[in-house]
Structure formats: C-alpha cells, structure tokens
Nanobody
Framework: QVQLVESGGGLVQAGDSLRLSCVAS????????MGWFRQAPGKERQFVAA????????YYANPVKGRFTISRDNAKNTVYLQMNSLKPEDTAVYYC????????????????WGQGTQVTVSS
C-alpha cells in the first residue's frame, strides 16, 4: 500500500510559477510510474503529466506542454511538478497518483492517490 502526500499549492498570479511535491511512503517508490492529475470545480479529473519509474520518460497533456515539467527523485521518494507561466485555467486541485504502468491517462487506471493540493491562479 502506497501513501501519497502532495504539497506546494497556493494562490498565485497569472504568469507566476509553483512547484508541487508528492512524497510517497509505504511502498517501493522506484517501482511505480507516477502521474499528476487535476480537477477543477464541476469538471472531471484530467491527466496532466506522467513519468516513468526510471525518470527518463515523460508525457504531458497538451494544455500544459512546454509550461509544466514533471520530475522525480527516487532517493527521496518524491515526484515534482514544476509549473511555469501559470494561467487562470490552471486553477484546480492537483493530485499525484501511482501506478505500475507508465503513460496511463485515465484516473481509473491509477491504483494510489494523494489527497490533493489546491492551486489557484488569479488573473
């Protein structure tokens, strides 16, 4: 059983940056592919980015490509989401998730989830 805890959210202005962190415990972090998802009020949870267990492969949703960067530090059991050039439409609760297969885009494909961290971008 893997436990995930996100942090780093907050209220920022459009154009600012934030870095989200997700710390894993209770499992072998390096054996899991990791993903970030987000959910805005009244909308479905959507895929943001994923990273292979090795850290060498990444994949991004089109709305964040070129602005967000996913990375991981297996020694620290942590996955990060660096978010630059933030836009009001990036406002959402951001979740990290773990799965044993890289590149899955559907929330239902991920076995483990954190509690989420709120990101609010004002215009």
């Amino acid at each position: 059983q893997v436990q995930l805890v996100e942090s780093g959210g907050g209220l920022v202005q459009a154009g600012d940056s934030l870095r989200l962190s997700c710390v894993a415990s209770g499992g072998t972090f390096s054996s899991y592919a990791m993903g970030w998802f987000r959910q805005a009020p009244g909308k479905e949870r959507q895929f943001v980015a994923a990273i292979h267990l090795s850290g060498h492969l990444t994949y991004y949703a089109n709305p964040v490509k070129g602005r967000f960067t996913i990375s991981r530090d297996n020694a620290k059991n942590t996955v990060y989401l660096q978010m630059n050039s933030l836009k009001p439409e990036d406002t959402a609760v951001y979740y990290c998730a773990a799965d044993q297969i890289f590149g899955r885009l559907r929330p239902q494909d991920y076995a483990y989830w954190g509690q989420g961290t709120q990101v609010t971008v004002s215009s």
